[in-house]
């Protein structure tokens, strides 16, 4: 069977279901809205829970990180699975099940102020055990928040 | 007015209200467990809404991510309040609303399985204008999950 | 006096002058290729001493980080003295004395082969008291080797 | 042939003389003064090429940097070895050759003021594929100058 285009797009269907449904991803209200080998990323909404910083109604510093992190895993999972391209369903469950993030780093640029923000990860270098990505989140105004980097195992 | 022990011990208490009173601090579970000028930490319950990864039911990352990220503002908090020994309640809120992370590195060590985890903070160098904290997670039996180092703006 | 491009231009001169005169940078051998107010660079020739893998003579990880690190620190210094438009010469250098790196992180990407590197550094924020940069090595063939992210106290 | 001691205390042998022979550590005047499986560390001396800041006479953050990362390489290739009792001489030799730094974090904690400088390196996590280390430097009088944390790939 070959590697091919549809292939990979049935694959990321599965990894944005896996993602959508994390628990914790759904605590935080994520929506995968880019998802593809080399990018992808989430967007949610500002709500009352979210709030680190009551005097001025931003954005938590660990919302920012939980958002980052998990932008980065889904990522490295959507640039590890080109490599494999014969899985069946349940067996790209399982393989994401042992993808981990190894370390991280987060940049807090700005205030998180905003109704509606949007993460986005690249691939800077995927290996057969090791993928590191780079992150970013963005509110409406497309004002960069924070800026992450993380390695990931995927193998 | 002297900076005794017991002025600290106030303002001190002013902290753990604003920290647990944070929204997402709240959303999390969190729960300040221990306070003191040069280490700091929170307990939290595991819960299904804190899960990252449906096949092993452990912590997701980016809950391990936010806990070190409020831990290591607190701990920050904690050491730069002995530095202003004269604030009124509304002056050490104000204060706090100005703290923010500048950096954060989370190194995630072994998987989050657990039913109560705490995490603990401790300073590594305070200034004017800059705390670095270093911070654990471990569960119920003392199991370390994840480390981070954080720089925050305090001043 | 006002702050005029050519005012700027002469300071920049001077943050040359005592990049390139660490005794450090010297014994890397860097010499600074790019210096404008939101970017900088140095290069350097490959050569016996600044291996760090005798099987495979690429560059030891610890001239990596060494020269990110003076790349972040010379960006956030160029950047940084836009707004100090009066100081004299001995005003300069005393102040870039009291600049320092908080923290830094690394990443490092593909094995650092090649005959000339080249470290680029960007400003990802600038205040009054810290400025965050990233900074890249790429070697003559335009590979990317590394890139990092730093937090440098400026004031 | 059994894991023996002695076996293990022949294997870091030839670790030391890898390390001490890289050409950038001889540059930096590294002596390995601790190499145990779980811990390791060089020291050094102060000499003017180190300096990074005229004005104040201190070891320059990336010789800072470049310590503490082929500190970490050291005390991951330490932790590792263990796992790999019967190689040959010529098999350390060329596994060495394949580890290598993934990331890594250093916190500047404090001015490199000093005439020797020690470093220390501790196992916080080693697996099959990553380990996972803590770094420090300190000077003669036990001043803790900086602490890192890297992630290496070992096999």
Redesign the interface.
């Known amino acids: 069977m070959p590697d091919t285009p549809a292939q990979i797009d049935a694959s990321l269907e599965i990894v944005r279901a896996?993602y959508e449904?994390?628990?914790?991803?759904?605590?935080?209200g994520l929506s995968v809205t880019d998802l593809q080998p080399d990018q992808a990323g989430f967007t949610f909404a500002m709500r009352?829970?979210?709030?680190?910083?009551?005097?001025?109604g931003i954005l938590?510093?660990?919302?920012i990180?939980?958002?980052l992190?998990?932008t980065g895993?889904l990522t490295a999972t959507a640039a590890a699975i080109k490599r494999r391209p014969n899985l069946s369903k349940d067996e790209i469950?399982?393989w994401i099940?042992r993808i981990?993030?190894?370390?991280?780093?987060?940049?807090?640029?700005?205030?998180g102020r905003g109704k509606r923000f949007r993460s986005s990860g690249t691939v800077?270098?995927t290996g057969n055990?090791?993928a590191?990505t780079?992150m970013e989140l963005r509110n409406e105004g497309n004002v960069?928040i924070a800026?992450g980097?993380g390695?990931y195992?995927v193998g």
Do not use: C, Q, W
Request: hydrophobic share 45%; charged share 20%.
């Open positions: 896996v449904n994390l628990p914790f991803n759904r605590l935080l009352n829970e979210l709030i680190g910083n009551s005097v001025h938590h510093g660990g919302v990180s939980a958002v992190d998990t895993g469950i399982a099940a981990g993030t190894i370390d991280m780093r987060v940049d807090y640029l700005r205030p800077m270098r055990k090791v590191v780079r960069m800026v980097t390695a195992i």
